[in-house]
């Protein structure tokens, strides 16, 4: 199944329901009163967020979505029943636009949050409303008013956290699969992972924590160049960011590489670098203990907290784990203060 993050859709209201003309028509009452009952509300169009819904997939086969209309008023002051609305399930981290003007509508972050996206028109008045003591046979009704529709726009921001980012082929996706149970496609050439993948960290005595791995980044990402904004987007949810690092470069190289990370995220939004960075130093498998030693220094020397993993060979998995835990421990303590 493919990841879809950002689509356009249509949605239009139920119309309200036409008010109804009637008159009494009883045996032995020659002039019955107006007894036109109103028309019923059309049903309206919502937007529900969903937690177990990770992709906008959906509406890659559905575009348009529309509410009932509400039914026409009858005789006997027998008002129109009102339209069934339309809810349609989108995944929590939805942003939803106006498509045409591009303002931002609502932001659904929590689980079962709805918004309306287009009202029900109001049904029409029967001429039962209209009689008065100099008209008492009103011949008069009015229509029901049409249904709110309009052309909406939803960019999914993914709520996970920790958020696995690096250089294309820097083993995030291998680095996922030894984390969680997720199977993500991993080749030895750049981006193999052209969508976010989502997996499930397991961490004694606490509760199970999601893990993002973002597509490999490049220089001018901020820019729109590569994947660009397309999923750099997903990185403004997530708590934690590991910089997962090649470490088996020549010389400064894996630091350069940290560089350029770090340049795309401050450029993109500054916010950014305020949230927890860890550095994993990945591929130390292809590199000797005095390399390791040099190249950790850099980072040390910079002020970044690193760790030295081979996701490959399954080295220093575990001693990440917990001080993935450690640190989600204590930002939750803060959270909750």
């Known amino acids: 199944m493919g990841f879809v993050d950002e689509v356009k859709f249509f949605v239009k209201a139920g119309d309200g329901g036409n008010g109804c003309v009637s008159f009494r028509r009883e045996k032995f009452v020659p002039r019955g009163g107006p007894n036109g009952g109103d028309g019923g509300r059309g049903g309206s169009v919502f937007l529900e967020a969903d937690s177990r819904k990770h992709s906008l997939i959906d509406f890659r086969y559905r575009s348009h979505f529309k509410a009932q209309r509400g039914a026409n008023g009858q005789g006997s002051d027998k008002h129109g029943r009102s339209g069934k609305d339309t809810v349609i399930s989108v995944p929590t981290g939805s942003v939803v636009k106006n498509a045409e003007t591009g303002e931002v509508l609502i932001d659904l972050r929590d689980d079962g949050q709805r918004f309306t996206a287009a009202h029900g028109g109001k049904g029409g008045f029967g001429n039962a409303r209209f009689a008065t003591s100099t008209n008492r046979a009103p011949r008069k009704s009015t229509p029901g008013r049409p249904g709110e529709e309009l052309w909406l726009k939803i960019e999914l921001k993914l709520l996970a956290d920790v958020g696995l980012i690096g250089l294309p082929n820097a083993g995030k996706s291998t680095l996922l699969s030894r984390l969680s ?3 993500p496609k991993v080749a030895p050439y750049p981006f193999t992972t052209i969508a976010p993948q989502l997996g499930v960290l397991q961490i004694k005595f606490m509760e199970p924590c999601i893990i993002a791995d973002i597509p490999g980044l490049i220089e001018g990402a901020s820019e729109g160049v590569g994947l660009g904004h397309q999923f750099l987007r997903h990185v403004e949810r997530t708590s934690i960011l590991l ?10 190289q894996p630091f350069i590489d940290y560089q350029v990370l770090a340049k795309e995220l401050e450029a993109y939004n500054e916010q950014l670098m305020d949230r927890t960075h860890l550095i994993v130093l990945n591929k130390i498998d292809c590199i ?3 390399r390791l030693a040099e190249i950790t220094t850099l980072f040390l020397d910079a002020g970044l907290d690193c760790l030295a993993i081979s996701a490959k060979e399954g080295i220093g998995i575990e001693p990440l784990k917990d001080r993935i835990g450690d640190i989600l421990e204590k930002e939750r303590e803060l959270h909750d203060k």
């Open 181 to 183: 149970a997720a199977n």
């Open 243 to 252: 910089h997962v690092i090649d470490c088996s470069g020549e010389e400064s």
């Open 288 to 290: 000797d203990s005095e």
